[in-house]
């Protein structure tokens, strides 16, 4: 199991959802100056951040963004793909769950790796 490296509030959503992430299996980074949480398989490309961010298979990205009409923060999906890699396009951004259903970002963001990882 990996251990947690996060020194942050544990109330912060952000870190929230990196220890669920955790508690999952999966391994977490954290970058508060965008706001998002990478998730991804443990292994050897894990240790490795060039590595791990090679291929969008390999990691799954949450992104803390408030709701364009009630301005509640919200858990968004970032969906490089394999164009995000190779032409100038931008990334796509699905509305996932209130910030408050970290539980549940974590174990969707778990499934999506998963299944990822089968193909």
């Known amino acids: 199991m990996l251990m947690s490296s996060y020194s942050g509030s544990p ?9 669920e992430l ?8 954290v970058d508060t100056s965008v706001s998002v949480v990478d998730a991804f398989l ?13 291929r969008p298979s390999s990691f799954q990205r949450a992104v803390l ?4 009409i009630n301005a509640r923060p919200w858990w968004w ?3 490089p793909g394999e164009r995000f890699k190779t032409e100038n396009t931008e990334p796509e951004l699905t509305r996932l769950l209130p910030v408050e259903d970290t ?8 499934n999506i790796l998963i299944l990822d990882s089968t193909e």
Request: without cysteine.
């Open 11 to 19: 109330l912060h959503p952000l870190y929230a959802l990196a220890k």
């Open 65 to 68: 963004r408030p709701d364009p």
């Open 103 to 110: 539980a549940d970002v974590a174990r969707r963001m778990r």
């Open 77 to 79: 999906l970032l969906w």
């Open 42 to 54: 443990p292994g050897p490309e894990a240790a490795d951040p060039v590595r791990r961010y090679s």
């Open 22 to 29: 955790e508690a999952r299996g999966l391994g977490a980074s």
